[in-house]
C-alpha cells in the first residue's frame, strides 16, 4: 500500500486496529541526515514490550500488559515515487485481541460531541461529573458503549475550566474598567491587544489622580520595582509628589516588556 504522508499510513494502521482489537505504538522513526525528514517508522503492537513482574502469579490481582507481542509494521519512504510504503508486515499476536475492550484504550478514548454539549450543561448547573456519567452511560446501553471513562470527562471539565479561566482576569479588569468610567467620566483607560485579539498591555488613570497630576507634576518617577504576575506581564505606576511632599500615583500600567 502507498501513501502519500507518512500520517495517513499511521492513520490506517491505526484504524486497523481499532477494528482487530488492540492498540499501537510507535517505536522507532529513523530521520534523514541532511533534510531531518523522517525516512522510515515502526508501528507496533503496544504489548510488544516482555516484562517480569515482582508479584507471584497466584497472588497478582491485575495481568502484565506486555506480552512480547510480534505484530508491527515498517513504513519506508520511497525517493522514487515520493511516496509512503509498507514494506514490512506482521499482523499475528501472541495475545488474545478484544474489539470491546479496544474503545477502553487510551489512543481510541475520545468524547463526542453530544457528549461534551451534555458535560458542559450539567456541569454549569452543578450536577456532579459522577451523574452525568451515569446519565451517559444509560443513554449509550451501558459504561462499554460510550467509549470513554468517567476520568475522561473529569479531565475535559477540568480542561475547560483551564480555558474558561485564562482570560478571567481581564474579563474581571475590564468590567472594573467599565464601571469606573461610567461613575466617573474623568476615568481614563486604554488597553491593547495584538493581531490574536489577545490582551497585550493597558494603563488606566484615575479622575482623581489627574486632577492632582494638573496641580503637582513638576515631579514625576516610574516605579517599575513590582515582579511580573503569572501571565508574565510587568505591572508599573507613574508616581507624583504632592505640596506635603507626599507621593501620590498618576496612573498604572501593566502589559508586554516594550509595550507601556
Request: charged share 25%; with cysteine.
Amino acid at each position: 500500500m502507498r501513501f502519500a504522508k507518512l500520517q495517513l499510513a499511521h492513520d490506517f494502521y491505526v484504524s486497523y486496529a481499532k477494528k482487530v482489537g488492540f492498540a499501537t505504538k510507535i517505536r522507532t522513526t529513523t530521520f534523514d541526515k541532511i533534510t531531518k525528514e523522517p525516512v522510515n517508522q515502526a508501528i507496533h503492537c503496544n504489548r510488544d514490550r516482555i516484562r517480569g513482574s515482582r508479584v507471584k502469579a497466584p497472588t497478582r490481582k491485575n495481568p502484565i500488559s506486555a506480552a512480547g507481542c510480534k505484530a508491527r509494521i515498517y513504513v519506508k519512504f520511497d525517493k522514487e515515487k515520493q511516496e509512503w510504503i509498507f514494506f514490512k508486515v506482521e499482523l499475528r499476536h501472541t495475545h488474545p485481541c478484544s474489539v470491546k475492550k479496544a474503545v477502553h484504550y487510551r489512543e481510541y478514548r475520545q468524547l463526542s460531541m453530544h457528549a461534551k454539549y451534555v458535560i458542559q450543561n450539567n456541569d454549569e448547573a452543578g450536577i456532579r461529573p459522577n451523574k452525568t456519567f451515569l446519565s451517559l452511560a444509560n443513554e449509550a446501553g451501558g459504561p462499554s458503549n460510550l467509549g470513554f471513562s468517567e476520568k475522561d470527562l473529569r479531565n475535559y471539565i477540568t480542561a475547560r475550566l483551564r480555558t474558561s479561566n485564562a482570560n478571567a482576569d481581564v474579563r474581571e479588569m475590564m468590567n472594573y474598567f467599565m464601571r469606573m468610567k461610567d461613575i466617573n467620566p474623568n476615568f481614563f483607560y486604554a488597553v491593547q491587544l495584538d493581531d490574536e485579539c489577545k490582551f497585550r498591555s493597558a494603563v488606566w488613570v484615575d479622575a482623581r489622580c489627574r486632577a492632582s497630576y494638573e496641580y503637582y507634576g513638576d515631579v514625576v518617577s516610574l516605579d517599575s520595582t513590582y515582579s511580573t504576575n503569572r501571565h508574565g506581564l510587568p505591572f508599573a505606576s507613574f508616581v507624583g509628589v504632592n505640596h506635603h511632599e507626599k507621593r501620590y500615583p498618576i496612573h498604572v500600567t501593566v502589559g508586554a516588556y516594550g509595550t507601556s
